[in-house]
Structures are given as C-alpha cells and as structure tokens.
C-alpha cells in the first residue's frame, strides 16, 4: 500500500528497453509489468506491486533515476509544492496508473508525484 508523501517508486531512463530488461532480469532476477514497447515496471520483492520501471522515453544519466513520491491528492500536492518554492515542470497529467507530475526542488533537483486517481 503506497503512503502519502513517501518515496514510492524508481524509474530508470534506458536506451534499449529489450536489452534493460533482459539485463536486469539475468542480474537480479526482476520480473516485469508489460506496458507495451515503450515502458515496463519492475515487479516489487515479494511480488507485490511495482517498485519502479524501465523508460526508453527518460535519458539515462550519471545524475540518477527519477524519484517518484505517491499522494492521496495530487492537486493538493502541486499547490504545496508552489507555495513551498518548488516549480511543477510536467503535469498533472494521466497516465495508465492514474495522474503524475514532476517538480524541481529550489536546488534543481528532478522529482515525481503520482496519484492512483
């Protein structure tokens, strides 16, 4: 069960989608979420949920994967994230687990937030 406000899951940018799975699944026996050619989350220890995913549309970097947070009310969030001098660079928007936005901390770095809804 996600927790409001809590780190929640990490999304890896890849070149090749086929090639990262096939990897991490030999190295460390992770299984997959099929989102079709462009995404797949990685199953969670346990077999419960999902703990991250694998996005060729994200460039991979030194700089790190993307930090996702999970809210119980994503619009409530985003204000919180202004008012506390945070900028909202991407979204709300939807996608095939509910709604998401990224954010820049005051330092510049790139998060994510998303809701079930």
Do not use: Q
């Amino acid at each position: 069960m996600s927790t409001h406000h809590a780190i929640d899951y990490i999304e890896l940018g890849v070149k090749d989608l086929a090639l990262s799975k096939a990897f991490y699944a030999a190295a460390f026996d992770w299984t997959f979420n099929e989102y079709g050619p462009d995404y797949a989350g990685f199953v969670a220890p346990g077999g419960e949920g999902e703990a991250g995913g694998l996005n060729p549309g994200r460039e991979p970097g030194r700089n790190g994967p993307l930090v996702l947070l999970f809210s119980e009310d994503l619009d409530a969030t985003a204000a919180a994230i202004a008012a506390a001098g945070g900028n909202v660079v991407e979204g709300p928007y939807a996608f095939p687990g509910g709604r998401r936005l990224h954010f820049l901390d005051p330092s510049g770095n790139e998060l994510g937030v998303w809701a079930a809804s």
